[in-house]
Nanobody, 121 residues
Framework: VQLQASGGGLVQAGGSLRLSCVVS????????INWFRQAPGKEREFVSG????????RYADSVKGRFTISRDSAKSTVYLQMNSLKSEDTAVYYC???????????????WGQGTQVTVSS
């Protein structure tokens, strides 16, 4: 599978951004599409994931109530709507496919390139 992430940028605290991840070349092991992020000097961490067929969603506690993951099957795209952004959301955001629910980056089968999100306070 190939993943193409986009939509990052510079936004003020309290603002919003929407990230997109276009998915192509699906295989039988790509059941979930996930978003991870990595801030400077920190480990890559799980943000949100969606099971493509069922639409079942998961969120990290740090983004619950502020971020929303969704999918558009016709466009083969997963979105991450990020509202009420905080400076601590600043990171490079990556989309990744997986066969099962992820709790760490180690379970990802494919990665897209990152997109930078910078939140100014």
């Amino acid at each position: 599978v190939q993943l193409q992430a986009s939509g990052g940028g510079l936004v003020q605290a309290g603002g919003s951004l929407r990230l997109s991840c276009v998915v192509s070349g699906w295989t039988t092991i790509d059941n979930f599409i996930n978003w991870f992020r990595q801030a400077p000097g920190k480990e890559r961490e799980f943000v949100s994931g969606i099971k493509w067929r069922e639409g079942r969603k998961r969120y990290a506690d740090s983004v619950k109530g502020r971020f929303t993951i969704s999918r558009d099957s016709a466009k083969s795209t997963v979105y991450l709507q990020m509202n009420s952004l905080k400076s601590e959301d600043t990171a490079v955001y990556y989309c990744a496919s997986s066969n099962d629910v992820l709790t760490s980056p180690a379970g990802a089968s494919s990665w897209g390139q990152g997109t930078q999100v910078t939140v100014s306070s």
